[in-house]
T-cell receptor, first 113, second 108 residues
């Protein structure tokens, strides 16, 4: 299977600060990556589709000015949670797709205090 | 109607039994189908994918696809406590759409 690396695996930040999460496809090029959020005991929620070289496509209800996505290269997408608040605390997961399926990063557990 | 539907469970089976997980999808144009396993606090990992009608076996896992009925299932033979997790069905049309997942508990 393909390898997708996500960093950091966990982060604690103060309310009002910004946090950047990186997602890298290590052994393949990904023109499209996906960002999900998952609250405890709930299903994956697609936040946005990250497109290399163009603007991300956000799902309904996701604030694009709060969740900034940059897909600067074929192997790297970043999600920046701006002005984080406690309600943004969640498990954020990225994925990249190949013909054989979607492969997920390890996830980032964000806690905003 | 949701694009991908799964029974949320929990599904509980005794160790050694067969666990049967089911999934239906709404888009007849779907071409590829995937099963993921997600342990608590971890990200999903791909177990199997299936493209053609019929069965596909990989070790203790068998994926079954019936495009006419828009139905895909995952059978886990000789279930082990370590199989206890949430199983996500995913369908790829233009992009990957996931079901909400079925929580499986295998009791020793």
């Amino acid at each position: 299977g393909a390898v997708v690396s996500q960093h950091p695996s966990w982060v604690i930040c103060k309310s009002g600060t910004s946090v950047k999460i990186e997602c890298r496809s290590l052994d393949f090029q990904a023109t499209t990556m996906f960002w999900y959020r998952q609250f405890p005991k709930q299903s994956l929620m697609l936040m946005a589709t990250s497109n290399e070289g163009s603007k991300a496509t956000y799902e309904q209800g996701v604030e694009k000015d709060k969740f900034l996505i940059n897909h600067a290269s074929l192997t790297l997408s970043t999600l920046t949670v701006t002005s984080a608040h406690p309600e943004d605390s969640s498990f954020y997961i990225c994925s990249a797709s190949r013909d054989s399926g979607a492969f997920f990063g390890q996830g980032t557990r964000l806690t905003v205090v | 109607q949701k694009e991908v539907e799964q029974n949320s469970g929990p599904l509980s089976v005794p160790e050694g039994a067969i666990a049967s997980l089911n999934c239906t999808y709404s888009d007849r144009g779907s071409q590829s189908f995937f099963w993921y396993r997600q342990y608590s606090g971890k990200s999903p990992e791909l177990i199997m994918f299936i493209y053609s009608n019929g069965d596909k076996e990989d070790g203790r896992f068998t994926a079954q696809l019936n495009k006419a009925s828009q139905y895909v299932s995952l059978l886990i033979r000789d279930s082990q406590p370590s199989d206890s997790a949430t199983y996500l069905c995913a369908v790829n049309v233009d992009d990957m759409r996931f079901g909400a997942g079925t929580r499986l508990t295998v009791k020793p």
